[in-house]
């Protein structure tokens, strides 16, 4: 497992945005999570991009407890480990695409252009290089970020709402980059509204009100994959999900999850 959360919660006065999670998300995974505004997804993420600390609860990064990590160490699994896409771009403005993207390098000392330049070689804006954000589309911009986040060719990049601000065409630019990574071993976790983007994923769970109420697997072979390690790879508490539909459902079927013909912003191939 590159990734464990056993019993996590973040709590905030009476609010509990996180609540009791448990979770294992194996090398090489593409998770998608799902939920409504306020659900949690976020909070979630930043626990796991060690941005923020659980009220209770473990998470192990690459069997290290992240409880047991000093700032230097967690700014190390940072920067090592993790590459960050987020849906709001953070682009310095009056930096250019591949300054942009050397800004995660800086972080490393190691400043290297010709590097920088293969990361958005990648992302297919080598000829925006030098085009400040400002002078690039919403699309281009996220692909600029992601750039950045492959820049450390990290094993796990966690995205939250990655496609929230981009059209159709860049969602699937975006989704085909994705499925790369995923093709060359990088673990995936993605916060999504859109069910389309979920789809894409190899599992779905769904949060609310901080709570896993639901888990669904597209992906068979993943699935037994899972299985065959030993079952469970999500702790689901159908009971907490209170009124939403999501309680009746529960862990059965994906009933919750609303299933899209993903053909249509996909078309299921890389380009
Ligand atoms: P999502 O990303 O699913 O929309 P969030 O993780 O951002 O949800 O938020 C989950 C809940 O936690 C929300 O009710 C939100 O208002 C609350 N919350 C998030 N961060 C804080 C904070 N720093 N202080 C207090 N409440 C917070
Ligand atoms: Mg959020």
């Not at 954000?133 to 450390?152: M, T």
Request: charged letters at 20%.
């Amino acid at each position: 497992m590159l990734l464990e959360l056993d019993h996590v919660s973040k709590i905030y006065g009476d609010l509990h945005a996180v609540d009791d999670l448990s979770l294992s998300v194996a090398q090489g995974e593409w998770l998608a999570i799902v939920g409504s505004s306020g659900s949690g997804k976020t909070t979630l993420m930043n626990i796991i991009g060690c941005l923020d600390t659980p009220s209770s609860g473990s998470v192990t990064l690459e069997d290290r407890a992240l409880n047991d990590l000093n700032a230097g160490q967690l700014a190390d699994v940072r920067k090592n480990v993790i590459g960050l896409v987020f849906q709001k771009f953070y682009l310095v403005p009056h930096l250019t695409a591949v300054e942009n993207v050397m800004v995660a390098q800086y972080y490393h000392s190691v400043v290297d252009e010709g590097q920088a330049m293969e990361a958005l070689r990648k992302v297919g804006l080598e000829e925006r290089a030098h085009h400040l954000p400002g002078q690039l589309s919403g699309g281009e911009q996220q692909r600029v970020c992601i750039a950045r986040a492959l820049i450390n060719c990290p094993k796990l990049i966690l995205a939250d709402e990655p496609t929230g601000n981009l059209d159709g065409a860049n969602e699937k630019i975006v989704l085909d980059l994705f499925r790369q990574l995923h093709e060359q071993g990088t673990t995936i976790i993605v916060v999504t509204h859109d069910a389309l983007v979920a789809s894409c994923a190899q599992r779905e769970i769904m949060l609310n009100h901080g709570v896993l109420v639901a888990e669904r697997w597209n992906d068979e072979e993943a699935r037994k994959a899972s299985e065959a390690r030993g079952g469970t790879t999500a702790v689901v508490r159908p009971e907490g999900a209170s009124d939403d539909a999501a309680a009746d459902q529960g862990n059965e079927g994906g009933g919750v999850f609303v299933d899209p013909t993903k053909a249509a912003k996909t078309g299921g191939t890389t380009r």
